[in-house]
């Protein structure tokens, strides 16, 4: 019997039939991270919140040519995201196989990237700007990391799945993208980290998303990692993608202990280092999971925001006019006129139905 996970030695106290032989199996262990992650979030919350708010004294700095009501926020401490990762990675560690690679790769991409986010929050508060870490430096770092991750990814993944992509609708076509995987799996990470990163520009509008599109990749990692499921539902089977189930219900309880403090109006602010570390965390379940294209149905909100700053930014160049009063697009719906909490709520339901969808696809053929 290996030291496989930090709670498998309960397993030795089973006679195959009792509590601890629960202990074996994933949705069991995903319900225990859940729970560890959103006590983590409940315990030490307020005492990080307190210490950020000591440290950073005026807070994270406020865009100039933002929304007038953003003012408002002036004060409050960025950073956040130390409590959804750790968290995160406190579950994680305790309750999914320590021996499956998969979780070993996501984790490597969810710190990675959250050091990157951490580095840009220390900028931003102590020079008191929002310029933070030069975007080329961190887009750089962020594709070296996901680089990394993908090879890693690649090494895995079955010989039958080997540097293809799998479509979620016709599911007996397998493209083969040869050499070219590894800077395609590179862009769905690098891009689903970013694209979270531009939709955290409200109290509790990102962290929502990434909760409902981890726990729709919850599903997918567990039916995917067995083959009575893949079986039934014409999947592609990726074994060991199942214990990717745990990590995402760690981010479900992470999130929520998180939301707790950052719903309107925010003790806290989630930070790059919260927000580059989901997004980053988002793609390489998918890359993992071989449904990169499921991620963006499941993540469309964060694809809806990332396009409208991509647009905003090449039409202006070209034209000189704006296609959005402002660029990400909840903030054009700020300017016109809706409110934070609507915008919020409404940005939640699209989220949910992108989900569905997503989900949808893994029973049509």
């Known amino acids: 019997m290996g030291f496989t996970y930090m709670l498998f030695w309960l397993t030795a106290l089973s006679d195959g039939g009792d509590f601890f032989n629960l202990f074996r199996y994933i949705t069991f262990r995903a319900g225990g991270a859940f729970l560890t992650a959103l006590i983590f979030g409940f315990v030490f919350g307020p005492s990080l919140i307190r210490v950020l708010r000591k440290r950073q004294g005026k807070g994270q700095p406020i865009r100039d040519d933002g929304p007038e009501s953003h003012f408002a926020k002036a004060g409050t401490p960025t950073m956040g995201g130390l409590l959804i990762v750790g968290a995160l990675l406190t579950s994680t560690l ?16 969810t710190m990675s990237f959250a050091l990157i986010g951490f580095a840009d929050d220390y900028a931003k ?3 008191q700007n929002t310029a933070g870490v030069s975007g080329k430096l961190r887009l750089a770092l962020g594709f070296l990391i996901a680089g990394v991750a993908a090879y890693w990814a690649a090494q895995y993944h079955p010989v039958e799945l080997s540097n293809k992509l799998a479509l979620p609708i016709f599911k007996d076509v397998l493209v083969n993208l040869g050499v070219l995987f590894i800077p395609f799996a590179m862009i769905v990470i690098v891009g689903a980290a970013n694209a979270v990163n531009m939709t955290d520009g409200l109290d509790g509008l990102a962290i929502m998303p990434v909760m409902i599109a981890a726990g729709a990749f919850a599903v997918i990692a567990y039916f995917v990692g067995r083959t009575d499921f893949t079986t039934e539902l014409g999947l592609h089977y990726v074994p060991g993608t199942g214990e990717l189930a745990i990590f995402a219900a760690g981010i479900i309880g992470g999130g929520l202990g998180f939301l707790w403090y950052n719903a309107p109006p925010a003790a ?28 963006a149905i499941v ?8 396009m409208s700053v991509i647009i905003q930014v090449l039409y202006f160049k070209r034209t000189g006019k704006r296609v959005f009063l402002m660029a990400p697009i909840h903030h054009h719906y700020e300017k016109k006129g809706w409110a934070e909490p609507q915008i919020v709520i409404r940005f939640w339901i699209i989220s949910l139905i992108l989900a569905v969808i997503g989900l949808a696809t893994l029973k049509v053929r």
């Open 299 to 306: 993540g469309g909100l964060f694809v809806v925001e990332a």
């Open 125 to 127: 508060v102590s020079k």
């Open 94 to 109: 305790l309750w999914a196989r320590l021996d499956n690679p998969f979780i070993w790769m996501v984790l490597f991409v």
């Open 268 to 295: 806290v602010f989630m930070g790059d280092t919260g927000s580059l570390a989901l997004g980053g965390a988002l793609g390489a379940i998918a890359v993992a999971t071989k449904h990169e294209i499921v991620l």
